[in-house]
């Protein structure tokens, strides 16, 4: 059974689209998190939701707007794709966010969103 | 932010070989994850680790965080753990901040 999973594997568009990009986890974790990773391998977080409330949103383009329907799902919609949107997008998730209790606030990641804007 | 540096960037083994990965963290920090990168894309969730130590098989890592650094060491390397190595850690909402990697390849 995949744990986290996203759907789609790969996402070829214009710039100007609107796209969607979705995770699921199965874990029975209450936090979910969205990383963007660039050309050079860089990773960097965006956005993490506790129990369907967002708790960390970085500095971000608000083109980029992620939606927690319940726990086990966290989607990102992206508004007039730009170039330098294209990435590897990760979906993770954790038991807990909060630190500093134990391996809780292990985060396990999806097999990744390769997005690509032409 | 806290800043991660990860050492040495990039690293060709013999397979057989030892190696060791180090991360330097620049604050205390509450989670330090160490994750392989596979060269589908896939990141692996190796070990958790924000202080001491712990062995997984082949592959064991250690946390000093009173000194802000950790150690992965891959004994008898193998071709299958070509790759990138990644350390992240947070010291807050579990917000992880990575380093920009141990690319490793593994030659038979």
């Known amino acids: 059974d995949t744990a986290v999973s996203q759907t789609p594997k790969y996402l070829v568009t214009q710039m100007g689209n609107d796209k969607s990009i979705k995770c699921e986890q199965n874990?029975?974790?209450?936090?979910m998190y969205w990383y963007k990773q660039d050309s050079k391998k860089f990773l960097k977080i965006m956005f993490s939701y506790n129990n369907k409330e967002l708790i960390i949103n970085e500095t971000v383009p608000n083109r980029f707007s992620p939606k927690s329907p319940d726990k086990a799902h966290l989607n990102l919609h992206i508004n007039s794709l730009e170039l330098g949107d294209s990435a590897v997008y990760f979906c993770a998730s954790s038991q807990d966010f909060r630190t500093s209790i134990g391996e809780a606030d292990t985060q396990y990641f999806g097999p990744g969103t390769r997005l690509t804007v032409l | 932010g806290i800043q991660v540096e990860q050492s040495p960037p990039d690293l060709i083994l013999q397979e057989g070989a030892n190696s060791t990965l180090r991360c330097n963290f620049s604050d205390s920090v509450n989670n330090l994850q160490w994750f392989h990168q596979n060269p589908w894309g896939q990141l692996i969730n190796l070990f958790y680790i924000p202080s001491g130590t712990k062995q997984n098989g082949r592959l064991s890592a250690t946390t000093v965080a009173t000194e802000r650094y950790s150690l992965l060491y891959i004994s008898s390397s193998q071709t299958t753990d070509s790759g990138v190595y990644f350390c992240a850690v947070s010291n807050g909402n579990n917000r992880l901040a990575f380093g920009k990697g141990n690319q490793v390849v593994v030659i038979p």
């Open positions: 874990l029975g974790h209450d936090t």
